[in-house]
């Protein structure tokens, strides 16, 4: 098993920044890729960003391409999201995610963590 806990959320006013982080810990050799997704309220949940834990390749949602910035650190098992120029519509819960074969569709992550909330408003 690999457990997954996220940390960073917050509120922040529009055009700001905000870090994400998720941390592993477990059986991390069984990984693949790690990703972000996220679910706004009254909607369903949306991939946002992606990386290959080997060679690091990353992958982003169209919403967040050019604003977001997923990167990782193997040594310490952790996968971060660089929020920059966030907007009102970015509000929603921030879940990281970790998949034995693949990076993006949420069917194929194996291990969810639990979520942490970032609203964007002044």
């Known amino acids: 098993q690999v457990q997954l806990v996220e940390s960073g959320g917050g509120l922040v006013q529009p055009g700001g920044s905000l870090r994400l982080s998720c941390v592993a810990s477990?059986?991390?050799?069984?990984?693949?890729?790690m990703s972000w997704f996220r679910q706004a309220p009254g909607k369903e949940r949306e991939f946002v960003a992606g990386?290959?834990?080997?060679?690091?390749?990353?992958y982003y949602g169209d919403s967040v391409k050019g604003r977001f910035f997923i990167s990782r650190d193997n040594a310490g098992n952790t996968v971060n999201l660089q929020m920059n120029s966030l907007k009102p519509e970015d509000t929603a819960v921030y879940y990281c995610?970790?998949?034995?074969?693949?990076?993006?569709?949420?069917?194929?992550?194996?291990?969810w963590g639990k979520g942490t909330l970032v609203t964007v408003s002044s």
């Open positions: 995610a970790a998949s034995h074969g693949t990076v993006i569709p949420e069917s194929g992550m194996n291990y």
């Open positions: 477990g059986r991390t050799f069984k990984i693949f890729g």
């Open positions: 990386i290959r834990w080997s060679g690091g390749s990353t």
